[in-house]
């Protein structure tokens, strides 16, 4: 293998990435970025803001003295990942896009436009994580190994390489990577993993990038703190689904509360616009086959609170599931399911087809069908499963005890 140093690096024209191309040039590999279009947007003035994020790129690129490319996956984001939220929402379910984007667009066409396209060794972003290989690059750099021969074990390690948070935890987006292949994994560098976002806001302003330093934090398309800003964002997505009106039934004893437009316009947890009602009422859960949306009064109802999921086939970023899930059928480890949630300890259970049964110490507010429950394990971020099917609520069990109580015969005498 000859030398092998070139690396791609995604720049969105933020902070994030111009300072993980910095860092790459630094180190001294041959750097080009690339900007990717994936969805035409007007922001409020009828400017393409995505226009505006290639041209920052691009400067940041030419105060770096690297090359500049951009390629458009506008017609691939639509299939692979809109045409993904769409049917999501048509079963009822609550996607999320950038989880999705990740996964079929960064972490896969991307990657292979890097590696085949342009023939680098390795792509990189400006993601807060950290690789298993990363690690074992910093030992090398310790003992003064030259990048080749890093570059030539990253091809050659045969175990898997595994997805650890990064040192800012606060900024920790992990969680949005839990989808991504083995295959990209081995090849990409995170080059923010050991860094504070202060200390690379840092490193902007003394490297001059002071356009992207001026930006509101630039995200990609969707980025979700919640349930809610995920489905405020998808909210575009409405137009394109054939309206399914239908009532709005309370939780509590089956009235009809009044309608709603289509079930897809609601999420669960969130708060349903009801007409005439003095208190806020919200959505508990829907019945795709009658169109029936069912809510309950208060935020903290317990008809909003379970402890119990299950998953899709889950996928384990190392392939494979912990030996001692695979042994045991169980582990301990640690659930979040909505980006920068505190971590909550669970027990996990493996079904015969992949799928998890996910038990929390905790009930928790509006787990949510369709959105990812995404696993930890000391630092390591195992995976993420789609949510497919929910335990009972508090609410459901106080019924059941309630019903138990009332059918228990009376004790004699
Ligand atoms: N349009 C894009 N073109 C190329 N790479 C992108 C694009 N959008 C995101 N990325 C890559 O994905 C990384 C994470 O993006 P995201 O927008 O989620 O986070 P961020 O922390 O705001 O990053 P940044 O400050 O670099 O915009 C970016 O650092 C960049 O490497």
Redesign the pocket.
């Known amino acids: 293998m000859g030398l092998v140093r070139k690396v791609v ?10 300072v ?1 191309a910095l860092l790459l040039k630094r180190r001294g590999y041959s750097v080009i970025g ?5 969805w035409d947007s007007l922001d409020e003035n009828g400017v393409c803001s ?1 226009e505006k ?1 290639c041209e920052d ?1 691009y400067r940041v690129c030419q105060t770096l003295d690297i090359p500049f490319h951009h390629v458009s996956y506008v017609k691939e984001y639509w299939n692979d990942v809109f045409c993904n939220l769409l049917n999501e929402y048509e079963k009822g379910r609550t996607p999320n896009p ?1 989880i999705l984007c990740n996964k079929y667009i ?1 972490f896969n066409l991307f990657h292979k436009y890097a590696i085949n396209t342009l023939g680098c060794d390795a792509m ?5 994580a950290r690789t298993s290989l990363e690690d074992e690059e910093v030992f090398r750099q310790r003992r003064a190994a030259p990048p080749v021969t890093l570059f030539r074990d990253r091809f050659e390690i045969r175990k898997p390489v595994r997805l650890f948070q990064g040192a800012d935890l606060a ?1 920790d ?1 992990t969680f ?1 990577l839990s989808q991504v292949s083995q295959d990209a994994l081995r090849q990409t560098l995170f080059p923010l993993a050991g860094l504070t976002k202060e200390f690379v806001r840092k490193m902007a302003a003394e490297a001059g990038f002071h356009h992207v330093l001026k930006k509101k ?4 398309m969707f ?1 979700a703190s919640s349930n809610h800003t995920i489905h405020h964002y998808c909210v575009s997505s409405f137009q394109y689904l054939e309206a399914k009106p239908g009532n709005l039934v309370s939780i509590e004893d089956g009235t009809v509360m009044g309608t709603h437009k289509g079930w897809f316009t609601l999420t669960l947890g969130q708060r349903a616009r009801i007409g005439g009602q003095k208190d806020a009422w919200f959505v508990v859960d829907k019945d795709v086959l009658t169109g029936d949306v069912f809510v309950a009064p208060t935020t903290n109802h317990p008809a909003l609170f379970r402890d119990t999921i299950r998953t899709e086939r889950f996928h384990w970023m190392a392939v494979d599931p912990p030996p001692e899930l695979a042994r045991t059928q169980m582990l301990e480890c640690h659930f979040r399911f909505i980006h920068q949630m505190p971590l909550i300890p669970c027990t996990v259970t493996l079904n015969m087809d992949g799928s998890l049964w996910i038990s929390l110490s905790q009930t928790v507010r509006a787990l949510t069908p369709g959105q990812f429950a995404v696993l930890y394990k000391s630092g390591e971020c195992l995976g993420s499963g789609k949510i497919i099917q929910l335990g009972p609520t508090e609410h459901t069990l106080q019924q059941g005890r309630q019903r138990l109580q009332q059918s228990e015969p009376e004790a004699p005498g």
């Not at 934090?217 to 990609?220: D, I, R």
């Open positions: 690096c995604a720049m969105s024209g933020g902070v994030d990435s111009s993980a690339v900007f990717m279009k994936n995505t994020d790129a950038d960064k990189a972003t400006g993601h807060y900024k987006q949005f934090e630039v995200t990609s980025t």
